[in-house]
């Protein structure tokens, strides 16, 4: 029986959180609320492909070479839209890097815990192997998290690390 959560569920749209407490729901039911959410949406969803964007960019080009155009560009958005949503490039990276690590801390835990009452050592294979294999499988995200993270300047280096 393989217990290591299937590496398909975590599709590139999935490597990407998604708060949905920051939707407010409709608490009357009004139209004017409906209205807000689809806004709000609209902007998470920019906001999201942003983040996708940064992490399919930064690790085919490098982060050094990685640009704000070229992360919109690939995004589908228009140019003011980076700066709604992030200060710098750095502010980008480092959000969809703590993205990034809270999907890839979600899926060795959930395969720890898959494994029940079996002794630690084979828990802790068993969700290593499933970290390889997300990593195996989308191999711009293990570029990003393991590479990349190291080319962001010093002090965007510490939170990088503060994040794991």
Not at 93 to 111: G, I, Q
Not at 136 to 142: G, L, T
Request: hydrophobic share 45%; net charge negative; with cysteine.
């Amino acid at each position: 029986m393989e217990l290591v959560p299937s590496v398909g569920h975590y599709s590139r749209s999935r490597l990407v959180r998604v708060d949905s407490s920051a939707v407010p729901g409709p608490p009357n039911g009004g139209q004017a609320d409906e209205e807000l959410r689809r806004r709000v949406y609209a902007v998470r969803s920019d906001r999201e492909r942003l983040l996708e964007a940064m992490v399919r960019v930064s690790a085919e080009r490098g982060y050094e070479a990685a640009t704000i155009a070229d992360v919109v560009a690939l995004a589908g958005l228009g140019e003011g839209s980076f700066e709604l949503h992030f200060t710098d490039k750095q502010d980008c990276f480092l959000d969809a890097y703590e993205a990034m690590s809270d999907v890839l801390v979600a899926l060795t835990s959930t395969a720890f815990e898959t494994a029940g009452d079996r002794p630690w050592a084979e828990r802790v294979a068993v969700a290593l192997r499933a970290l390889v294999q997300l990593l195996a499988a989308e191999s711009e995200v293990a570029r990003m998290a393991v590479v990349e993270v190291n080319a962001i300047p010093g002090d965007a280096r510490v939170r990088s690390r503060e994040l794991l």
